[in-house]
Nanobody, 125 residues
Framework: QVQLVESGGGLVQAGGSLRLSCAAS????????MGWFRQAPGKEREFVSA????????VYADSVKGRFTISRDNTKNTVDLQMNSLKFEDTAVYYC??????????????????WGQGTQVTVSS
């Protein structure tokens, strides 16, 4: 069983920055693909970013490419999402997710088995 706890959400003005962090339990964290998803009110959950077990292969949605950076620290069992140049449309609940299957880097919610409770990010225009 894997438990994920997100932190770092909040209210920020457009153009500002936030850093989300996800702390994971589990002895095999370093073997998981880790991802970030978000869900805005009235919309489906969408992929934001993911990273392979070693942290060498980040993947980003086109909507955040060049503005967001995902990273992980396997010694601390954490995965972070640095969000810069935030836009109003980035407003959503952000979820951390873990995929222990070691089969590629998924971009679908169904690819991930474990989820955090989410953290709210609100960008004011």
């Amino acid at each position: 069983q894997v438990q994920l706890v997100e932190s770092g959400g909040g209210l920020v003005q457009a153009g500002g920055s936030l850093r989300l962090s996800c702390a994971a339990s589990g002895r095999t964290f370093s073997s998981y693909v880790m991802g970030w998803f978000r869900q805005a009110p009235g919309k489906e959950r969408e992929f934001v970013s993911a990273i392979n077990w070693s942290g060498t292969r980040p993947v980003y949605a086109d909507s955040v490419k060049g503005r967001f950076t995902i990273s992980r620290d396997n010694t601390k069992n954490t995965v972070d999402l640095q969000m810069n140049s935030l836009k109003f449309e980035d407003t959503a609940v952000y979820y951390c997710a873990a995929d222990p299957s070691r089969v590629g880097i998924g971009v679908r919610s169904a690819d991930y088995d474990y989820w955090g409770q989410g953290t709210q990010v609100t960008v004011s225009s």
